[in-house]
């Protein structure tokens, strides 16, 4: 009886937590082009809806009905499965998320995370590196010469952010002592939050973080005024709509994975846990969303070169002093 | 051993970036330009050939149509061409308004410029604060003409009428404004590590090869050279002025963005200079024969009246000669050559678009460099089609 309750806790929460992370998601689109809008002195979408409220579902009814275009030139599986990798990635990476405590419904604990698993860190860095093939694959699958330009961009951007990505977690391991994300964030609660402690790496995986899920200034694979799109050029449809989604699927989740390592994830004085881990996740998607209005595009090979020159060696650096700290017991 | 091959990519002409229908076909290795060949005529629509078929008046609106974003400029040069051919003297006030209006425009063609070449290099807001400004230009220049792009209020002979009331106060408080919006383009770009890689030492023109490729306006300032039409031979009493020209030192795409922001705050200067120091007096030149009557005198005075009819239907006859003016529009020199045979149309008109000359330096800048530089460097040069296909 136990095994089948708990697989109807696990059921339900995935479903839950799907429901509700893509519900975030449509609206992180429009909290995007609100904000994005209020910096450019123009007002966003604002005609769907009380305050554009409508916008996500207007926009998703309107890719649904776009003809769908196949180019003769694409391959075509690849093509097809390519938005769907960016998707499954981008949502199973939130799967070793705590995003609260632990609640007590119908007599039972449950934990407000789907997969506790003691690989959690590690998890996430695979499947981050996963998430970049369904761009690369995109953008090669279609035939396109914009869009391969697109596709070798992102896959020499993925090279060389996942090194210092990985790199800029190490601290935070060393700090909790665990692969554990739920471990991490009980480290913090006890002590202090990892961005005090552990201050570069915040940055450090900031801007990989930046680099990981393509935004500005590292939107080098979509660069949309030299490639014309890049890797998704010639999508239409539900399949343009898929990668727009993953594209800001991933943001919530990184968002969400800062938010656990550095910022002490769920945890919070008098609010519920949920509450205060959407509170931070949000204050760091609004830090995305700043920046993408402030920033100008860096160039191809300047990301290479910061990518290797200076991320690399710095986010080395910082591992081997807070391992240092640690040893003597300072942090 | 394996073969080397160049990928072909044809940019254009419909890309976000080839500011209009430009078509550059570039064979890269890797994300490296080996060759690049810009091809044009997509918008070409004849305009030197419908200006020969059409009387001097009616040939003047094609003028708007050159480069649609400085259209005052335009007009400025082809009247300035037929005044020459004409040999008539232009009222003082009206030569202040003449440069009032054209350094709006330049403001405004500066403005649009500074924003999309922001929008090339991934900076979007700069883009919306830059059309901000433009259009309150824009609102200035339509208050004269009554049109936002192709004013044709500039006529030879004069204006086409008397400023609006409230002009000058409009247009003062424009300029007040801008040096302030101009340092907020400032905080987000001119110092911006990222807009600085991007744009510093890249694709670079020697002053040398500038010449050469006979390259004029910003991009030639830019390289060092001190040529500016309005300093070189004054018109329309530009030598009356106080202005400096800016100029670069390296000639990279930087100080073209530097050298453009400096003109800007000079031109500010020089319609400030103009509102001040704007005289009394006619807008239009007396010369009878060849510039029509006030329209409130057609009204009342038979003699106007056969003046307007003449002039309106039958056209202004010029002397037989030819002659060419120029001047400094926003992209460059700017220059009408036109052959009278004496008839009502022009025999020949050749125009002389800053913007062609400017692109033909492209191949020479973009070698060797990546893609993303080229969308810099094409953004950089300040083309207009509109011009260059003419």
Sequence with gaps: MELVYSLVEIIVKNIVVVLVLMGFVAYTTLLERKLLGRLQVRFGPNRVGPFGLLQPLADGVKSFFKEDIIPEEADKTLYVIAPGICLFTALSMFAVVPFGGTITLLGREIKLVIADIDTGLLYLLALATLGEYGVVLGGWASGNKYGVLGALRAAAQMISYEVALGLAVIGTIILAGSLNLGDIVAAQQSGMWFIVKYPFGFIFYLVAGLAEINRTPFDMPESESELACGFNIEYSSMKFATFMIAEYAHMFTVAAIVTTLFLGGWSGPWLPGPVWFLIKVFAVIFFFIWERGTYPRLRYDHIMQFGWKVLLPLTLLNVVVTAALVAMGVI | ?390
């Design chain 2, 1 to 390: 051993m394996a073969e080397t091959k160049y990928m072909t990519i044809n940019m254009g002409p419909q890309h976000p970036a080839t500011h209009g229908v430009l078509r550059v076909v570039l064979e890269l290795d890797g994300e490296t330009i080996v060759k690049s060949t810009p091809h044009i005529g997509y918008l070409h629509r004849g305009i030197e050939k419908i200006m020969e078929n059409r009387t001097y008046q009616q040939a003047q609106p094609l003028t708007d149509r050159l480069d649609y974003t400085s259209g005052m400029s335009n007009n400025l040069a082809y009247c300035l061409a037929v005044e020459k051919l004409l040999g008539i003297e232009i009222p003082k006030r009206a030569q202040y308004i003449r440069v009032m209006l054209s350094e709006l425009q330049r403001i405004a063609a500066h403005l649009l410029w500074v924003s999309t070449h922001a929008l090339d290099m991934g900076a979007m807001t700069v883009l919306f604060y830059g059309f901000r400004e433009r259009e309150s230009c824009l609102k200035v220049l339509e208050t004269v003409s009554g049109a936002r792009l192709m004013p044709d209020y500039i006529r030879f002979g004069g204006l086409r009428e008397e400023l609006p009331d409230g002009f000058i106060g409009m247009a003062r408080e424009l300029i007040d404004d801008l040096p302030r919006r101009i340092d907020e383009y400032e905080t987000l770009l001119t110092e911006n590590v990222i807009w600085k890689r991007r744009l510093k030492g890249v694709c670079p023109l020697s002053a040398e090869d500038a010449i050469g490729y006979g390259v004029t306006g910003p991009m030639l300032r830019a390289s060092g050279v001190n040529y500016d039409v309005r300093k070189a031979y004054p018109y329309s009493s530009y030598e009356e002025f106080d202005f400096e020209i800016p100029l670069g030192t390296e000639g990279d795409i930087y100080d073209r963005y530097i050298v453009r922001l400096k003109e800007m705050r000079q031109s500010v200067r020089i319609v400030r200079q103009s509102i001040e120091r704007l005289p009394d007096g006619p807008i239009k030149a007396d010369a009878p024969e060849y510039v029509p009557p006030e329209k409130d005198e057609v009204a009342r005075d038979m003699a106007a009246l056969i003046r307007h009819f003449k002039i309106m239907a039958g056209g202004i006859r010029p002397p037989r000669g030819e002659a060419y003016a120029s001047i400094e529009s926003s992209k460059g020199e700017l220059g009408f050559f036109i052959v009278s045979d004496g008839t009502e149309k022009p025999y020949r008109v050749k125009i002389r678009p800053p913007s062609l000359l400017n692109l033909g330096s492209i191949s020479k800048m973009i070698q060797g460099s990546l893609v993303a530089d080229v969308v810099a460097a094409i953004g950089s040069a300040d083309i207009v089609l509109g011009e260059i296909d003419k």
